[in-house]
C-alpha cells in the first residue's frame, strides 16, 4: 500500500515536470533592451507583427536546415537602437550581446547584418525546416548564414541587448 502511494506520488511530480516544461517553453520570452529607446519583448504575439524572413544553412550534421524567423536588424530597428537608423561615428561601437538561457552569450557587430553594410541576414528564427524549434532549441535561436561554424547559432535566446564597447 505505501509502495503504491509513493509511485502515484513519484508519477504525480513527474507530470507536474513535464507540463512546467511545457509550459515555459510556450511563455519563453526575449527581451530586446541595452542601450535603446523602445525596449520591449518578443514573443509569439509580438513576433507575429515582423516581417518573416528564411534562410537555409549548414548545419553540425552536414544537411542543410532552413530556418524561418526575423531578421536580427529588424528586431533591434524597432526596438529603436540606432538614432535614424544609421550607424555612424560615435554609434559605430554599438554591438549586440546575445545571451541564452543556459547563460552562453555571443557578440555581433551592427554591421554584420545592418542592409546598409552588408547583404547577410542575421536571422532570430523560431521554426527549423517548417516546425517550432524544440524545447532544448527554441523557443527562439540566433542564426548567422556566413559563418563557417555554427558557434553563434545560440539557442534558447532569452536577451537581445544592444550595448555601447565606448561606456564600460
Ligand atoms: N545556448 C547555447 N547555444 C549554443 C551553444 C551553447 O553552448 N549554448 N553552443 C554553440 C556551439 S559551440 C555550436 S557548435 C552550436 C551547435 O549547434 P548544432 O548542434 O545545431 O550544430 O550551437 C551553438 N549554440
Ligand atoms: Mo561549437
Not at 45 to 57: C, G, H, R, W, Y
Request: net charge positive.
Amino acid at each position: 500500500m505505501k509502495k503504491n502511494l509513493l509511485f502515484t506520488g513519484l508519477i504525480a511530480l513527474f507530470l507536474c515536470a513535464v507540463s512546467t516544461e511545457g509550459v515555459n517553453a510556450q511563455t519563453a520570452e526575449v527581451s530586446v533592451g541595452g542601450g535603446v529607446a523602445s525596449p520591449y519583448k518578443i514573443n509569439p504575439s509580438t513576433i507575429s507583427a515582423l516581417k518573416k524572413v528564411e534562410v537555409t544553412v549548414k548545419g553540425h550534421d552536414g544537411k542543410d536546415h532552413h530556418y524561418s524567423g526575423v531578421s536580427l536588424y529588424e528586431v533591434i530597428t524597432k526596438a529603436e537602437a540606432v538614432p535614424g537608423n544609421l550607424l555612424k561615428g560615435k554609434t559605430m561601437a554599438k554591438y549586440v550581446l546575445i545571451t541564452a538561457a543556459d547563460n552562453y552569450q555571443v557578440v555581433v557587430a551592427i554591421p554584420e547584418f545592418d542592409p546598409a553594410f552588408t547583404d547577410q541576414v542575421i536571422v532570430l528564427a523560431d521554426k527549423e525546416d517548417g516546425k517550432a524549434l524544440a524545447a532544448n532549441l527554441g523557443p527562439y535561436r540566433l542564426v548567422v548564414p556566413g559563418d563557417k561554424k555554427p558557434a553563434r547559432s545560440v539557442m534558447r535566446v532569452i536577451s537581445i541587448e544592444v550595448l555601447d564597447a565606448r561606456k564600460p
